[in-house]
């Protein structure tokens, strides 16, 4: 049988990823000293780093029976898989901003909001009953209401700086967001006993 399969999150999420499986005890010399490898061994699992929605789809096809990934990402790009656990690191939250000092809800106009997150934006406007126009922007979503393509932004907020020093301010909070370990449907079947030490041995560690 193949090892245990774990995919991370490339960026933000990798080094308290790492640090995470340091404190359980793994070898993760390999995995800090990476180059550019992508798929690299610790202790008797292999670990695989990939983009946040690239980690949803190798865990959803069974290609990695274990990720970890943002709340954000979930909440956007998918659902079938077991999510398990949450780890309580890279926390922010997902936020309605808009113009320091524009109202916007004020009047009957369409209203445009630009998102790296279309699908949260929808859903958060929908529970409103409000028919908003949403437009998809890739990152640095902040650019959209300044340039006079969006009159908000959905998008995640942390520390609140970028919001602040591009004169934007929250207008709603909408969601809570922090790492997640997410599983694969049959690898929780048929790899059970692997899968449940592992994920007891980092609610252990986060706790700590
Ligand atoms: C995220 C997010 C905000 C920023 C929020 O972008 O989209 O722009 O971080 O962080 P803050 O509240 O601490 O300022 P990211 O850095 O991932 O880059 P991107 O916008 O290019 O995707």
Same mark, same amino acid.
């Given at each position: =049988?193949?090892p245990?399969?774990i995919?991370l999150? *490339?960026?933000?999420?990798? !080094?308290?990823s790492? #640090? ?9 010399a390999?995995?800090?000293? !990476?180059?550019?490898?992508? /798929? %690299?061994?610790?202790?008797d ?5 990939a983009k ?8 959803e096809?069974? &290609?990695?029976?274990?990720? /970890?990934?943002? *709340?954000?990402?979930i ?15 890279? !926390? ?8 320091k000092?524009?109202?916007? $809800?004020?009047? $009957? ?6 998102? @790296?997150?279309? *699908?949260?934006? @929808?859903?958060?406007?929908? @529970? !409103?009953?409000?028919?908003v126009r ?7 979503? #902040?650019?959209?209401p300044? %340039?006079?393509?969006?009159?908000? /932004?959905v998008?995640?907020v942390?520390?609140?700086s ?12 909408i969601m809570?967001i ?5 599983v694969?449907? &049959?690898? =929780? ?6 899968? #449940?030490? %592992? ?5 252990? &560690?986060?706790?700590?």
């Amino acid at each position: =049988m193949r090892p245990i399969r774990i995919a991370l999150t *490339k960026g933000r999420l990798e !080094k308290r990823s790492v #640090e995470l499986f340091e404190s359980i005890g793994f070898d993760c010399a390999q995995l800090i000293n !990476k180059g550019r490898r992508l /798929i %690299l061994p610790m202790d008797d699992y292999q670990v695989v780093l990939a983009k946040a929605a690239d980690v949803i789809t190798y865990v959803e096809h069974g &290609a990695c029976d274990i990720g /970890i990934v943002g *709340k954000d990402t979930i909440a956007e790009a998918g659902s079938a898989f077991y999510e398990m656990l949450d780890l309580g690191f890279g !926390k922010c939250r997902f936020a309605l901003a808009a113009l320091k000092g524009s109202d916007f $809800y004020d009047g $009957y106009h369409e209203r445009v909001v630009a998102s @790296k997150y279309p *699908k949260v934006a @929808k859903q958060f406007f929908e @529970k !409103k009953g409000m028919d908003v126009r949403v437009i998809k922007i890739e990152g640095s979503v #902040e650019l959209a209401p300044l %340039l006079g393509l969006a009159h908000a /932004i959905v998008d995640i907020v942390e520390t609140g700086s970028t919001i602040r020093e591009n004169g934007l301010e929250v207008i709603e909070e909408i969601m809570p967001i922090s790492a997640r370990v997410i599983v694969n449907r &049959a690898s =929780m079947k048929l790899r059970r006993e692997e899968i #449940e030490q %592992l994920l007891k041995d980092m609610e252990i &560690a986060v706790q700590v």
